[in-house]
């Protein structure tokens, strides 16, 4: 295996334009220094879809600026999403994928006012999917709603949504990946998206100066990635964050991800090849797809130590990102973050198999602390032992039981990787910035799931704009925090204030702004399996979490 170190070595290596949206017969258009794309209007808002913000590339190129194109460009529908992993059949439902799909996929879509021109200077929000690395789109997401309850409250903002690849598409690792330079290219899909952002939103009525990043899941793991990136000193491309069910996630090396690149290179007939990586990237996709898909996925036996993921590549992310948040080191922004109740429960359906406590034990020995010792191992046993009324989905006593272990690994699964993370996280960033955190304990009535992962997405993006009055302590929240970076205050005078007053998080004290059946919401401690998350945050700052994989 190469060293980490070696592979440190390895891996390091405005225009002007017309801001005029003019509006035609056939709807509005706006032209940029590279193209005219024809939008569409939707009630009092406009929408510009699947606009490309990096020039075609090939299977495993760096993004870059868009190409000139020709025409008017049609930007009334969705683009082609990145190309999806296909998960396991592991859960009780099924997701709904993207229709169409392609590997020239680096295209956005931007909800806007109306009611907009080059100096409306509306601020921003850039949200990003989630689909666990694997798979996820643009279009998973109406924002409409949003959009026009901001106009209605007279805060209006611009979304923009982004594609980037996922899978090993966007997160192929090893080091014939880190000799390319062409590792995290997920992440570097995202920032590229960021830079257009930043140079062609104003066209759209957005002001690039105002820019809120923010995510689901993969998005908000993201997002958390990028408030470390490069030691998170400054940033010219975000000044606040938004994380729904994800914080800085910890993160293997590149060289822990050799195996699957190996498996990859075998299983596509490269091994002889002088160029592996060229070779992969010549493979038919329809065949490159089907070895992919062999992968472990996010809904797979492995779950959340599943194989596609940001890496340390001691470039975009120099350490591991739980590190970096123990040293400080990451963006000083205004953060809002937050997860539902019971995080691990959709994780732990791929486990049911494991239905004894010496199962247990060597499944998470096996599969998400591979270096741990065997004290340490044990320990984990006895903070989450096999008492269903201990476990997720939380509080329900000894219903959910779908077997022995199931509530006891959705507990371990969930307090591991989200809920103990996004507590680690707010309990620093606390100190160093503005910070609020939420809990959703709204769909305990779930069978097995609880409030479930993502569960929460539903408070910030209702579907409708009905949804969005009931809903409007959260979607008004999130709409003060775009415009003033503080969810309490209104961007202007007089605009009704939430119904509830969210205290600034303060570790050890009242700061959780919790969402509860039916439809209650006040403010509760984060005090919940203290010892119990502290000791695999510890688990993680020692390392053993972030190996072997």
Same mark, same amino acid.
């Given at each position: 295996?190469?060293?980490?170190?070696?592979?440190?070595?390895?891996?390091?290596? /405005?225009?002007?334009? !017309?801001?005029?949206?003019?509006?035609?017969?056939?709807?509005?258009?706006? !032209?940029?220094?590279?193209?005219?794309?024809?939008?569409?209007?939707?009630?009092?808002? #406009?929408?510009?879809?699947?606009?490309?913000?990096?020039?075609?590339?090939?299977?495993?190129?760096?993004?870059?600026?868009?190409?000139?194109?020709? /025409?008017?460009?049609?930007?009334?529908?969705?683009?082609?999403?990145?190309?999806?992993?296909?998960?396991?059949?592991?859960?009780?439902?099924?997701?709904?994928?993207?229709?169409?799909?392609?590997?020239?996929?680096? =295209?956005?879509?931007?909800?806007?006012?109306?009611?907009?021109?080059?100096?409306?200077?509306?601020?921003?929000?850039?949200?990003?999917?989630?689909?666990?690395?694997?798979? /996820?789109?643009?279009?998973?997401?109406? $924002?409409?709603?949003?959009?026009?309850?901001?106009?209605?409250?007279?805060?209006?903002?611009?979304?923009?949504?982004?594609?980037?690849?996922?899978?090993?598409? @966007?997160?192929?690792?090893?080091?014939?990946?880190? %000799?390319? @330079?062409?590792?995290?290219?997920?992440?570097?899909?995202?920032?590229?998206?960021? %830079?257009?952002?930043?140079?062609?939103?104003?066209? $759209?009525?957005?002001?690039?100066?105002?820019?809120?990043?923010?995510?689901?899941?993969?998005?908000?793991?993201?997002?958390?990635?990028?408030?470390?990136?490069? =030691?998170?000193?400054?940033?010219?491309?975000?000044?606040?964050?938004?994380?729904?069910?994800?914080?800085?996630?910890?993160?293997? #090396?590149?060289?822990?991800?050799?195996?699957?690149?190996?498996?990859?290179?075998?299983?596509?007939?490269?091994?002889?090849?002088?160029?592996?990586?060229?070779?992969?990237?010549?493979?038919?996709?329809?065949?490159?797809?089907?070895?992919?898909?062999?992968?472990?996925?996010?809904?797979?036996?492995?779950?959340?130590?599943?194989?596609?993921?940001?890496?340390?590549?001691?470039?975009?992310?120099?350490?591991?990102?739980?590190?970096?948040?123990?040293?400080?080191?990451?963006?000083?922004?205004?953060?809002?973050?937050?997860?539902?109740?019971?995080? @691990?429960?959709?994780?732990?359906?791929?486990?049911? =198999?494991?239905?004894?406590?010496?199962? $247990?034990?060597?499944?998470?020995?096996?599969?998400?602390?591979?270096?741990?010792?065997?004290?340490?191992?044990?320990?984990?046993?006895?903070?989450?032992?096999?008492?269903?009324?201990?476990?997720?989905? $939380?509080?329900?006593? !000894?219903?959910?039981?779908?077997?022995?272990?199931?509530?006891?690994?959705?507990?371990?699964?969930?307090?591991?990787?989200?809920?103990?993370?996004?507590?680690?996280?707010?309990?620093?960033? +606390?100190?160093?910035?503005?910070?609020?955190?939420?809990?959703?304990?709204?769909?305990?009535?779930?069978?097995?799931?609880?409030?479930?992962?993502?569960?929460?997405?539903?408070?910030?993006?209702?579907?409708?704009? #009905?949804?969005?009055?009931? %809903?409007?302590?959260?979607?008004?929240?999130?709409?003060?925090?775009?415009?003033?970076?503080?969810?309490?205050? +209104?961007?202007?005078?007089?605009?009704?204030?939430?119904?509830?007053?969210?205290?600034?998080?303060?570790?050890?004290?009242?700061?959780?702004?919790?969402?509860?059946?039916?439809?209650?919401?006040?403010?509760?401690?984060?005090?919940?399996?203290?010892?119990?998350?502290?000791?695999?945050?510890?688990?993680?700052?020692?390392?053993?979490?972030?190996?072997?994989?």
């Amino acid at each position: 295996m190469i060293s980490p170190t070696i592979l440190c070595i390895y891996a390091l290596f /405005g225009v002007s334009l !017309s801001t005029v949206a003019a509006s035609t017969a056939s709807g509005p258009t706006i !032209s940029l220094d590279y193209g005219t794309f024809l939008g569409v209007n939707d009630g009092n808002l #406009t929408k510009f879809l699947g606009v490309p913000f990096s020039a075609p590339t090939a299977r495993f190129e760096l993004p870059r600026a868009p190409s000139l194109l020709d /025409g008017i460009q049609n930007a009334t529908v969705f683009g082609p999403a990145c190309v999806q992993q296909a998960f396991s059949n592991t859960l009780p439902f099924t997701f709904q994928g993207p229709t169409v799909t392609s590997e020239d996929c680096l =295209n956005l879509d931007v909800f806007s006012p109306a009611a907009h021109d080059a100096h409306s200077k509306f601020p921003v929000l850039v949200f990003l999917f989630g689909g666990g690395f694997d798979a /996820g789109s643009s279009a998973a997401t109406d $924002f409409r709603p949003v959009v026009e309850r901001s106009i209605l409250i007279g805060e209006a903002v611009v979304i923009v949504a982004p594609n980037y690849r996922v899978s090993a598409f @966007g997160f192929l690792a090893g080091k014939e990946v880190a %000799e390319a @330079g062409l590792t995290n290219l997920g992440l570097r899909d995202q920032i590229a998206a960021l %830079e257009w952002v930043q140079k062609y939103i104003s066209a $759209f009525g957005g002001d690039p100066s105002r820019v809120v990043l923010g995510g689901l899941s993969a998005g908000a793991f993201s997002t958390g990635v990028h408030l470390v990136s490069n =030691n998170g000193p400054s940033s010219d491309l975000f000044r606040g964050a938004f994380m729904v069910s994800g914080s800085p996630i910890a993160s293997p #090396t590149v060289a822990d991800g050799q195996s699957t690149y190996d498996q990859l290179v075998a299983a596509n007939n490269c091994t002889n090849a002088r160029d592996t990586l060229d070779c992969l990237r010549q493979a038919p996709l329809d065949d490159f797809l089907l070895t992919v898909n062999q992968t472990s996925d996010v809904f797979g036996y492995r779950a959340l130590s599943a194989a596609w993921r940001p890496r340390v590549d001691c470039d975009l992310i120099p350490r591991n990102p739980v590190d970096m948040v123990q040293d400080g080191a990451y963006l000083k922004v205004p953060v809002m973050i937050g997860n539902p109740d019971d995080e @691990g429960t959709l994780f732990a359906y791929p486990s049911v =198999n494991v239905t004894t406590d010496s199962e $247990f034990v060597g499944y998470v020995h096996s599969n998400y602390l591979p270096t741990g010792s065997p004290a340490q191992i044990s320990r984990v046993a006895e903070l989450y032992p096999q008492d269903p009324s201990q476990g997720a989905p $939380f509080n329900t006593g !000894s219903a959910n039981q779908l077997t022995p272990e199931f509530k006891r690994i959705a507990a371990f699964g969930g307090d591991l990787y989200l809920t103990g993370l996004r507590r680690f996280f707010v309990q620093r960033a +606390s100190k160093t910035q503005n910070t609020w955190s939420w809990l959703s304990k709204r769909g305990k009535w779930t069978p097995y799931l609880g409030a479930y992962h993502t569960s929460d997405m539903a408070l910030w993006f209702p579907a409708n704009a #009905t949804d969005a009055e009931e %809903e409007s302590v959260a979607v008004d929240a999130l709409i003060n925090f775009i415009n003033t970076l503080d969810p309490n205050v +209104s961007a202007v005078p007089r605009a009704s204030n939430l119904a509830i007053f969210w205290p600034k998080y303060q570790a050890n004290s009242t700061g959780l702004l919790t969402f509860s059946d039916p439809a209650v919401t006040n403010v509760t401690a984060d005090d919940f399996r203290v010892e119990e998350m502290q000791y695999l945050i510890n688990l993680h700052l020692d390392g053993v979490t972030a190996k072997g994989f």
